[in-house]
């Protein structure tokens, strides 16, 4: 097909700019999608700031992507032309030890798709984000991304669901199950802190401790479910879970600290790379019998949870549409990558 545009990060240092792309028709098990949102999460400008971040040029950026099926390959039948899905990256590979065992939360590899993408100029293979891409008008990723999601959800909070808000809600939901009843601890109060206190919330937590520098953020907490809102330093105790939304190792320490006997304190998102904890071993962890977990992306195992959490939104168990502070363009989207540097919102959205 012709006539499609997606944003292309050429090679390292270029501008990420928007240009003509070519599909391949989808093959036995791939679908294609026509892309109507997609956020705009730090991973992207991640990749822009490592130069490309192991991935192979040029780059499709994006990855946070919902819309609207359009053809599907051979064998395809979950999803039909017309369905609505979200596009989904943290998909179980199906085929590792931890799969093989039923573990598929915990699967060591992801699910790889065929490149079906190219630049239009001179039909280079594009290596999408995190082997999906959704800045671009259509997509052709394996099936198995593809989740199908309830008509009634509008697909500008449906995207949410393929990461930001799926990475806070999964570790409260998934990675360290929250206990009806128990006092929960966020540290850390940007767009995967929130969704960790709409995590714990749906689990029924009877404490929700927010704890940020920034005011504005402690109020949109409290509203969207936190209990109580303190800065960091704060005296906090008999925590059951404890959660670090925050890159710095320092918010894992703080939880760990947090904790009552038995706890367990959650690391969700990706820290900075060379740095280490200090924690006092006999009192930290073996005094309080402590456990540390660790979060990929909140452990969702996409075509299970997805509909889940798009289901609690449209019961209004959660509040997806808080999550969307701003919209923009295909063409706006540099803009709103390098604005993450700076963030005045939950998320931007842009709307395709
Ligand atoms: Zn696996
Ligand atoms: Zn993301």
Same mark, same amino acid.
């Given at each position: 097909?012709?006539?499609?545009?997606?944003?292309?990060? /050429?090679?390292?240092?270029?501008?990420?700019?928007?240009?003509?792309?070519?599909?391949?028709?989808?093959?036995?098990?791939?679908?294609?999608?026509?892309?109507?949102?997609?956020?705009?999460?730090?991973?992207?400008?991640?990749?822009?700031?490592?130069?490309?971040?192991?991935?192979?040029?040029?780059?499709?950026?994006?990855?946070?992507?919902?819309?609207?099926?359009?053809?599907?390959?051979?064998?395809?039948?979950?999803?039909?032309?017309?369905?609505?899905?979200?596009?989904?990256?943290?998909?179980?590979?199906?085929?590792?030890?931890?799969?093989?065992?039923?573990?598929?939360?915990?699967?060591?590899?992801?699910?790889?798709?065929?490149?079906?993408?190219?630049?239009?100029?001179?039909?280079?293979?594009?290596?999408?984000?995190?082997?999906?891409?959704?800045?671009?008008?259509?997509?052709?990723?394996?099936?198995?991304?593809?989740?199908?999601?309830?008509?009634?959800?509008?697909?500008?909070?449906?995207?949410?669901?393929?990461?930001?808000?799926?990475?806070?809600?999964?570790?409260?939901?998934?990675?360290?199950?929250?206990?009806?009843?128990?006092?929960?601890?966020?540290?850390?109060?940007?767009?995967?802190?929130?969704?960790?206190?709409?995590?714990?919330?749906?689990?029924?937590?009877?404490?929700?401790?927010?704890?940020?520098?920034?005011?504005?953020?402690?109020?949109?907490?409290?509203?969207?479910?936190?209990?109580?809102?303190?800065?960091?330093?704060?005296?906090?105790?008999?925590?059951?879970?404890?959660?670090?939304?925050?890159?710095?190792?320092?918010?894992?320490?703080?939880?760990?600290?947090?904790?009552?006997?038995?706890?367990?304190?959650?690391?969700?998102?990706?820290?900075?790379? #060379?740095?280490?904890?200090?924690?006092?071993?006999?009192?930290?962890?073996?005094?309080?019998?402590?456990?540390?977990?660790?979060?990929?992306?909140?452990?969702?195992?996409?075509?299970?949870?997805?509909?889940?959490?798009?289901? /609690? /939104?449209?019961? #209004?168990?959660?509040?997806?549409?808080?999550?969307?502070?701003?919209?923009?363009?295909?063409?706006?989207?540099?803009?709103?990558?390098?604005?993450?540097?700076?963030?005045?919102?939950?998320?931007?959205?842009?709307?395709?």
């Amino acid at each position: 097909m012709s006539g499609t545009r997606g944003l292309v990060y /050429a090679e390292p240092g270029a501008a990420p700019a928007v240009e003509e792309i070519v599909l391949d028709e989808p093959g036995p098990d791939e679908v294609r999608v026509r892309v109507q949102a997609c956020g705009v999460c730090h991973t992207d400008l991640h990749v822009l700031e490592s130069e490309g971040w192991h991935m192979r040029f040029p780059i499709l950026l994006g990855h946070e992507a919902a819309g609207i099926v359009e053809a599907v390959g051979e064998g395809v039948t979950h999803v039909a032309p017309g369905d609505a899905v979200v596009v989904a990256w943290h998909v179980p590979c199906g085929r590792c030890r931890n799969c093989l065992r039923g573990d598929a939360r915990r699967c060591a590899d992801y699910l790889r798709g065929a490149r079906k993408m190219r630049r239009a100029a001179d039909g280079s293979r594009l290596t999408p984000v995190l082997r999906t891409g959704g800045f671009a008008d259509a997509l052709v990723v394996h099936a198995s991304c593809a989740v199908p999601m309830p008509p009634a959800l509008p697909l500008e909070q449906a995207c949410l669901l393929a990461c930001g808000f799926s990475t806070g809600a999964g570790a409260a939901l998934w990675t360290t199950p929250v206990q009806p009843g128990s006092s929960v601890a966020v540290i850390g109060c940007g767009g995967v802190g929130l969704a960790v206190v709409q995590g714990a919330r749906l689990a029924g937590a009877a404490r929700i401790v927010a704890v940020d520098t920034v005011p504005e953020k402690l109020e949109l907490a409290l509203e969207l479910g936190a209990t109580e809102a303190v800065e960091p330093g704060a005296e906090v105790r008999e925590i059951d879970f404890a959660f670090s939304a925050i890159g710095a190792p320092a918010g894992l320490v703080a939880a760990v600290r947090m904790l009552a006997y038995g706890g367990t304190a959650c690391l969700v998102g990706v820290p900075p790379s #060379g740095r280490t904890l200090d924690l006092d071993v006999e009192l930290d962890l073996f005094a309080r019998h402590a456990t540390i977990a660790v979060s990929h992306g909140g452990d969702v195992v996409p075509q299970e949870d997805l509909p889940f959490l798009a289901q /609690a /939104a449209l019961d #209004g168990r959660l509040d997806l549409a808080r999550f969307v502070t701003a919209t923009c363009s295909l063409d706006e989207v540099p803009a709103a990558l390098d604005a993450l540097h700076a963030p005045t919102g939950v998320r931007t959205v842009a709307l395709i």
